[in-house]
């Protein structure tokens, strides 16, 4: 076998349990969810998906050099992306204020804004904890006395089934609940709902550092 089936257990229990507690990703897949539907949702949660692939990839090959001296170009985009997140929860909490609450409305056709996928990825890209996580968690799930090359690559892959899937299911959760927020008197929760988890994903954004 190229891995201990024990410490791969320990892995996917371990990996699971990290994925599920919210951070920037998830808030952001379940406000794309609840806005636009499920379909958005598993977009924002592919964009993102993608860019964790990149990281972890770039972690694997041994490239935190690079990325490192890449840092401030790093530093720029996440700062646009915070203040583009906390623009859009700004808007959402207009909308919810605005919201008429006698009002009989019709939530859109689900649909894919431009940019979803871009959101997601950008927000991956540039939370450092992706990188600090692959060098920090992965060792200690690596038998020595096996190749290190594929356990590497079994657990890199194991993570990106478990985030996809796990993560799509935050989009499939809150796209439904979506329908339920439908009605006139629940447009106001709606908005506001999405606006926050929008300006708190800008928010763990913005808190992330690089060390």
Request: charged share 15%; glycine share 10%.
């Amino acid at each position: 076998m190229p891995i201990d089936l024990e410490l791969y257990a320990a892995f996917i229990l371990a990996t699971a349990v990290l994925i599920l507690i919210p951070g920037p990703i998830v808030t952001l897949v379940i406000a794309n969810s609840l806005k636009h539907g499920v379909r958005t949702g598993v977009l924002t949660v592919v964009g993102a998906n993608t860019g964790t692939t990149v990281m972890l990839t770039a972690g694997a090959l041994g490239l935190s050099t690079v990325l490192a001296v890449a840092a401030d170009i790093f530093e720029w985009v996440r700062w646009a992306g915070v203040a583009y997140l906390v623009y859009l929860g700004i808007k959402e909490w207009r909308h919810a204020f605005k919201a008429d609450p006698d009002a009989v409305q019709q939530i859109a056709a689900d649909q894919k804004p431009k940019g979803v996928f871009w959101h997601g990825f950008i927000v991956a890209i540039t939370n450092p904890k992706t990188v600090f996580f692959f060098v920090a968690f992965f060792p200690q799930f690596i038998d020595p006395d096996l190749a290190a090359g594929p356990q590497l690559a079994i657990l890199c892959v194991t993570f990106m089934v478990l985030a996809f899937l796990l993560d799509g299911m935050y989009a499939v959760v809150a796209g439904r609940a979506r329908a339920w927020l439908a009605g006139g008197a629940k447009a106001r929760l709606r908005h506001g709902i999405t606006g926050t988890l929008l300006l708190g994903t800008g928010l763990g954004l913005a808190l992330a550092r690089r060390s």
